[in-house]
């Protein structure tokens, strides 16, 4: 399917340049603000030079004008160079973080509750409510400690989060998706995980890593609805590692697609709940 790049990224709220042959073939209306007069057509600026010995993907930082940017560049085969600037230093906080605090909070005060109620209330105790509160309070507590992750992770800066180190990707692979498999059958999901790479080396941070590959999967499940089907499957393709992970759920429309990266869906929810 050929790339779409104005359906994708017009209504990104990042600055997305595809480079051809070092002329711009397309960039978002974030991308004119901060290159004011630049047209698709015209040579790329001087502040988007990538080494024509660069092994993609790529991130570098530079300035453009005042303002300190991280740039990130992919290979996107026939439609060129896919680069994407994010300013350096910007904040993390906002209504994301707002909406963590309250749900802190109400998962604090459930726990609470269900902790009272596993105190006996006189004569012989109810074996199977102490049971059923006792799995609500590890739940809950279970929440908190997720919900905790969520805050450290958001307050965390880049230099501090990314600490890459050898990795056996297939290895890495084999052990999440087993875990994976076991938690999808219990929820009455169909999993399934195919490759046929025994060992992967590769360098990468193996928690973010495993933040990602998760969130993907939760998605995924969201996708395919109950009883549904997915999966994931590992592949080495020109030289890299390819993680796929699919769902059998109906897909996103065109304009479910050009909501997801427009101001709309800018405040990125941080409710274990609501997916990432």
Same mark, same amino acid.
């Given at each position: 399917?050929?790339?779409? &790049?104005?359906?994708? #990224?017009?209504? #990104? &709220? ?9 002329? !711009? ?25 990538? &080494? ?11 300035? !453009? ?18 680069? !994407? ?67 450290? #992770? ?11 180190? &050898? ?49 993907? !999967? ?59």
């Amino acid at each position: 399917m050929e790339l779409d &790049p104005a359906q994708l #990224f017009d209504g #990104f &709220p990042e600055p997305v340049l595809l480079l051809e042959e070092g002329t !711009v073939r397309y960039r978002n209306p974030a991308a004119g603000r901060v290159f004011p007069g630049l047209r698709e057509g015209d040579r790329a600026p001087e502040e988007l030079a990538v &080494p024509t010995d660069a092994e993609f993907p790529i991130v570098c930082t530079g300035r !453009v004008g005042a303002r300190s940017f991280r740039m990130s560049v992919q290979d996107v085969g026939r439609e060129g160079l896919l680069a !994407v600037l994010r300013p350096e230093h910007e904040a993390a906080a906002g209504p994301g973080l707002e909406k963590l605090a309250l749900r802190l909070r109400q998962e604090t005060a459930g726990l609470a509750a269900s902790l009272q109620r596993l105190e006996p209330a006189g004569g012989e105790s109810d074996q199977k409510k102490r049971k059923k509160y006792l799995a609500a309070a590890n739940q809950g507590l279970y929440r908190l400690l997720r919900l905790a992750d969520h805050l450290e #992770f958001a307050d965390a800066r880049d230099q501090d989060l990314y600490r890459p180190a &050898p990795l056996d990707m297939a290895g890495f692979c084999r052990e999440l998706f087993r875990e994976v498999e076991s938690v999808c059958a219990m929820s009455g999901y169909r999993f399934s995980y195919e490759t046929e790479l025994v060992t992967l080396l590769t360098v990468g941070d193996e928690a973010l890593l495993r933040r990602l590959v998760l969130s993907l !999967v939760s998605n995924a499940m969201k996708a395919a609805g109950a009883g549904g089907a997915l999966g994931a499957r590992l592949a080495k393709r020109r030289g890299r590692a390819v993680l796929t992970v699919w769902d059998r759920g109906k897909g996103l429309e065109a304009e479910d697609l050009a909501r997801l990266f427009g101001g709309e869906a800018r405040g990125v929810s941080m409710d274990p709940g609501e997916g990432l």
